[in-house]
Nanobody, 125 residues
Framework: QVQLAESGGGLVQPGGSLRLSCAAS????????IGWFRQAPGKEREAVSC????????YYADSVQGRFTISRDNTRNTVYLQMNTLKHEDTAVYYC??????????????????WGQGTQVTVSS
């Protein structure tokens, strides 16, 4: 059974850092793409970052480029999203997802089949 579980969210001050984790079960994270999305109150869910089965193939939204880093630990079957220099506008529920089969990243929700339950990130002073 394919499952994704996010963790690591919380309350952080502007300029601070958080590391989100996406623990996978039922498949190997090195065999497929894992994407991170976020949804702020009243807004549509948007793509943040993605790492494909090719570890050199990573995607970042313009809004997080240079501040967020996606990585993968195959031994833990987990994908991480390191978020630095956080801003108020980064406040959202963050989700990880996988297409499970294509191995390719997509900036569209439609490119993903399995989703985690989400973890809240709040950036506030």
């Amino acid at each position: 059974q394919v499952q994704l579980a996010e963790s690591g969210g919380g309350l952080v001050q502007p300029g601070g850092s958080l590391r989100l984790s996406c623990a996978a079960s039922g498949f190997s994270v090195d065999s497929d793409a894992i994407g991170w999305f976020r949804q702020a109150p009243g807004k549509e869910r948007e793509a943040v970052s993605c790492i494909s089965s090719n570890p050199e193939d990573a995607y970042y939204a313009d809004s997080v480029q240079g501040r967020f880093t996606i990585s993968r630990d195959n031994t833990r079957n987990t994908v991480y999203l390191q978020m630095n220099t956080l801003k108020h506008e980064d406040t959202a529920v963050y989700y990880c997802a996988t297409p499970l089969g294509s191995g390719r990243c997509s900036s569209s929700e439609k490119g993903y089949t399995y989703w985690g339950q989400g973890t809240q990130v709040t950036v506030s002073s």
